[in-house]
């Protein structure tokens, strides 16, 4: 098999035992893919992972920017309390339809809401509201504007909270400080702002998988 091949297999077996997709992970992945929203969702391991996150956090509060079809919203939804609460937000008016439909479908709609806006017009009406600190956030929105978005949740979060930030490898290319990609100079701009902020602790992780070669950062807020 190939390289790319070996990452597909490992992917399945580990999905099949410790993340099988069910009926509505499924429906989401059907009716994302005949809306023809981008491939560009987690995959089911990934999906498991941020779900584990959110319950060790002990999460009762998520924030997600970047809702495409609501396949990992449906992942993290799953492990709120039922006083939860997620806010999800997406750009695309299309991808938030199809979202709020496989959201429903999933028995989320009580405790997931789908905002439809650019996120840094919705991340400051969101501050005015005054929510309870959020316990998590995950990034996973265009990745210009990564930096953005974690210093925008560092203002929406609290001591302990959990910062996610997906897909900042960029096939290696995060590397290349002379690149001119606004998504590869979007995931350095997040990495050295996690590394230098005085309230962030940080690491990152290199990712194979079915989506390719990636990773993704994962920051704890301090005091």
């Given at each position: 098999m190939s390289e790319s091949q070996t990452w597909d297999a490992v992917d399945d077996y580990f999905r099949t035992h410790l993340s099988p997709d069910d009926e509505p992970l499924q429906a989401a992945l059907r009716d994302s893919e005949a809306a023809e929203l981008p491939h560009v969702n987690v995959t089911a391991p990934q999906g498991k992972l941020l779900q584990l996150l959110a319950q060790i956090q002990g999460a009762r509060m998520i924030l997600e920017i970047g809702t495409l079809g609501g396949y990992s919203t449906i992942w993290l939804g799953r492990a709120l309390p039922a006083d939860g609460r997620l806010i999800s937000l997406e750009y695309s008016?299309?991808?938030?339809?199809?979202?709020?439909?496989?959201?429903?479908?999933?028995?989320?709609?009580?405790?997931?809401?789908?905002?439809?806006?650019?996120?840094?017009?919705?991340?400051?009406?969101?501050?005015?509201?005054?929510?309870?600190?959020?316990?998590?956030?995950?990034?996973?929105?265009?990745?210009?504007?990564?930096?953005?978005?974690?210093?925008?949740?560092?203002?929406?979060?609290?001591?302990?909270?959990?910062?996610?930030?997906?897909?900042?490898?960029?096939?290696?290319?995060?590397?290349?400080?002379?690149?001119?990609?606004?998504?590869?100079?979007?995931?350095?701009?997040?990495?050295?702002?996690?590394?230098?902020?005085?309230?962030?602790?940080?690491?990152?992780?290199?990712?194979?998988?079915?989506?390719?070669?990636?990773?993704?950062?994962?920051?704890?807020?301090l005091a």
């Open positions: 008016a299309k991808h938030a339809e199809v979202a709020t439909r496989n959201i429903a479908r999933a028995g989320l709609d009580k405790l997931v809401e789908v905002r439809v806006g650019p996120a840094l017009e919705s991340l400051p009406q969101l501050a005015d509201e005054n929510p309870p600190p959020f316990d998590l956030v995950f990034i996973d929105a265009d990745k210009a504007n990564n930096a953005h978005y974690v210093e925008w949740a560092l203002k929406l979060t609290r001591a302990g909270s959990l910062i996610i930030v997906d897909n900042v490898v960029r096939g290696g290319r995060v590397t290349d400080a002379a690149s001119t990609e606004p998504d590869v100079q979007g995931a350095r701009a997040a990495i050295e702002l996690i590394g230098s902020h005085p309230r962030l602790s940080g690491t990152a992780i290199q990712t194979v998988g079915s989506k390719g070669y990636d990773g993704f950062a994962l920051a704890r807020v």
